[in-house]
């Protein structure tokens, strides 16, 4: 919950980017940044919402793929080694012959 002072401070703020032409939307984008856990949903339109909560989806679904990216890489890297080592072993078998 905010304080007085704070949601002075934020509406100080909300009109100042209000002035500069700020959209609603850049203007919750910011304060999110400044205030990460407080709760300015109710700045949005829920069109505005809903492409933030999208938004939010896709960022975390592009994490999720791309850590699963990271460890497909990692297993193709490490099989790679392994089919690399033993045909180096049947070369050096193949040439002793």
Not at 8 to 21: A, D, Q, W
């Amino acid at each position: 919950m905010l304080s007085i002072s704070q949601a002075k401070e934020i509406t100080s703020v909300i009109n100042e980017l209000r002035s500069k032409g700020f959209s609603k939307l850049d203007i919750y984008l910011v304060l999110r940044t400044l205030k990460p856990n407080a709760n300015f949903e109710y700045i949005l339109t829920p069109s505005e919402l809903e492409l933030v909560n999208r938004t939010n989806k896709l960022r975390s679904e592009l994490y999720r793929l791309r850590t699963q990216l990271y460890d497909l890489e990692r297993k193709v890297k490490r099989r790679h080694e392994i089919i690399m080592g033993v045909y180096e072993e049947l070369m050096k078998n193949r040439s002793r012959k």
